[in-house]
């Protein structure tokens, strides 16, 4: 084979080594921007689970606590209020106000006024709300915290606004022999009085 046939392999070679290299790097980009926008169209955070359960009654810390739903939740926290007088505060010392869906994007919770106070949890904003009302209310909420174990307490006093916020337990029905009750919400779609989840935490992981 003389040098003039070398060549002209090498250059063939070396062509088809580009070519193939090319459409490496374009298949590699193509996979790369397809799964950045399927992260894009995936939820910032997914709507609470819940499901009825005939789970007994139990005592805890002189109440009865009555499961209601087993539940789970991924969420923005909105806000966190600490309360420290009444029974409330004694079984469930903090509320978190929490968003998911749109309600979990900065873009919008951040065009909101968010407060708490009295166990409510209340939002305004300028002119027109960033989404529909309706959306707001069933994809937000305040809900009181009922730590299971001193572990799980820890935990969700490390909760801040704007981190993401797993938790897993029941909601739950508390009474007291004196007759005092508080009960939880069951459904996403209220809003007012008695809309509130009490949610008994048995998980919580916060991702700050």
Excluded at 103 to 124: C, F, H, K, S
Excluded at 162 to 179: C, D, K, Q
């Amino acid at each position: 084979m003389n040098v003039s046939t070398l060549l002209k392999l090498a250059m063939a070679l070396l062509v088809a080594f580009f070519a193939v290299e090319k459409l490496r790097v374009h298949y590699a980009d193509q996979r790369l921007q397809n799964h950045g926008l399927a992260a894009v169209s995936q939820p910032m955070a997914d709507s609470p689970v819940q499901e009825a359960t005939s789970q007994a009654a139990f005592e805890f810390r002189g109440y009865q606590v009555k499961p209601l739903a087993t539940f789970a939740v991924r969420a923005r926290v909105l806000s966190r209020e600490d309360y420290y007088v009444g029974k409330e505060a004694e079984l469930s010392p903090l509320d978190l106000a929490l968003g998911w869906k749109r309600m979990a994007d900065p873009a919008v919770y951040e065009a909101l006024n968010i407060t708490q106070g009295g166990r409510w949890y209340r939002y305004t904003w300028r002119d027109q709300p960033p989404i529909p009302l309706q959306e707001i209310i069933e994809s937000s909420a305040n809900m009181h915290m009922i730590a299971a174990t001193p572990v799980v307490e820890r935990a969700l006093k490390k909760a801040r606004a704007g981190a993401y916020i797993r938790i897993t337990g029941r909601l739950v029905e508390v009474t007291h022999p004196s007759g005092w009750r508080w009960t939880s919400s069951l459904t996403r779609s209220d809003s007012g009085a008695n809309s509130c989840e009490l949610v008994f935490v048995e998980s919580v992981q916060v991702e700050n």
